[in-house]
């Protein structure tokens, strides 16, 4: 596992660097000028060129991207435009709650959506299943903006018991968890339910049924640790969905995290920190990636990586 491990730490590397070649090309398209925004829109001519030449903006294209690179590799992230702080300490900030948001939103819509994707396969083409699956077509359908929203104005705001904006106490994560975990929690479901169902249909299950294991044995030990297979895929892909697309319930709850941050950069034009979190986030999805294959081999040791 070691050697796969390593491999695949390596296999990241080209990665990274095609991204951020992406990345580096995509900011340079955005319309405006760096300098002009750096140094103030009232600033005069003198500071615009001052700012400019602190920032390498006359150096070649290939040299500002190799000197951009490099300080990403050595940790520095560079300046944001709007308080002159280093990027670094700005995303270090918003990293926390983000994080904490997602593990909530996570937490309970695992739980919740591997329980319903279960009983629904259990209980297949009855009321309950129907029933099941009909709330999570709804989730699934419902814009996680407009869930927030009603959340804000008919629980949050007639009963006063949560925040509507911020970060103040625990109990303000709740209410922006909930948005954030319910099309994820939607997902899971029917994709439990799926897969529950395919590994139930195949011949070593129907011969433990043959045998004579209680029904209870069989599904727990024979479908469900099968089936977790691809529900673990899913969950990281979920899992990386949630950190690095908490944007928009970021946004309508105030949160201080790395998408309110991003959606702020992108207002004021601050491209240092929009290079730094596009980056972060796909390297969430790549680590996460391997954690999941990593995953596999535990959940089922007749796995081998190579």
Same mark, same amino acid.
Do not use: C
């Given at each position: ?20 070649l992406? &990345? ?14 750096y ?7 003198e ?8 920032l ?28 002159? +702080? ?8 918003g990293?926390m ?12 819509s695992?739980?919740?959506?591997? $329980?319903?994707?279960? &009983? ?33 104005q ?9 925040? &509507?904006?911020g970060?103040n ?14 099309? &994820? ?15 139930? +249909? ?15 044995r069989?599904t ?5 640790r ?30 201080p ?13 601050? +491209?240092?920190?929009? +290079? ?5 986030? $796909? ?14 081999? $535990?959940v ?7």
């Amino acid at each position: 596992m070691l050697t796969y491990f390593i491999r695949r730490i390596l296999e990241m590397i080209p990665v990274l660097l095609v991204v951020s070649l992406l &990345v580096f090309g995509f900011i340079k398209l955005l319309p405006g000028d760096p300098a002009r925004i750096y140094a103030g829109q009232d600033a005069p001519v003198e500071a615009v060129e001052s700012a400019r030449q602190l920032l390498g903006l006359n150096d070649p294209l290939p040299a500002q991207y190799w000197h951009w690179l490099d300080g990403m590799i050595h940790g520095d992230l560079g300046t944001t435009y709007r308080t002159r +702080q280093p990027v670094l300490s700005v995303i270090e900030s918003g990293f926390m709650p983000t994080l904490l948001l997602a593990l909530a939103g996570f937490a309970w819509s695992v739980v919740l959506g591997l $329980v319903i994707g279960v &009983v629904s396969a259990l209980k297949r083409g009855k009321w309950q299943d129907w029933t099941l699956m009909s709330m999570a077509v709804g989730g699934i359908s419902m814009p996680p903006f407009w869930l927030g929203l009603l959340l804000i104005q008919f629980v949050a705001m007639p009963f006063g018991i949560f925040a &509507v904006s911020g970060f103040n106490s625990p109990a303000d994560i709740i209410l922006p968890a909930i948005t954030l975990g319910s099309s &994820v929690a939607a997902v899971m479901a029917r994709f439990t339910r799926s897969a529950f169902l395919d590994v139930a +249909q195949e011949d070593y299950v129907r011969t433990a049924n043959a045998k004579g294991l209680r029904a209870r044995r069989v599904t727990w030990k024979h479908i469900m640790r099968n089936a977790l297979i691809p529900i673990i895929t899913m969950l990281g892909l979920q899992f990386g969905f949630l950190l690095g697309g908490s944007i928009i319930v970021e946004s309508v709850f105030s949160w201080p995290g790395l998408g309110w941050l991003l959606i702020e950069s992108i207002k004021t034009q601050d +491209q240092p920190v929009i +290079q730094a979190l596009v980056m972060l986030f $796909v390297f969430e999805f790549i680590l996460i990636n391997l954690l999941v294959d990593l995953l596999y081999a $535990v959940v089922n040791p007749a796995i081998r990586l190579r």
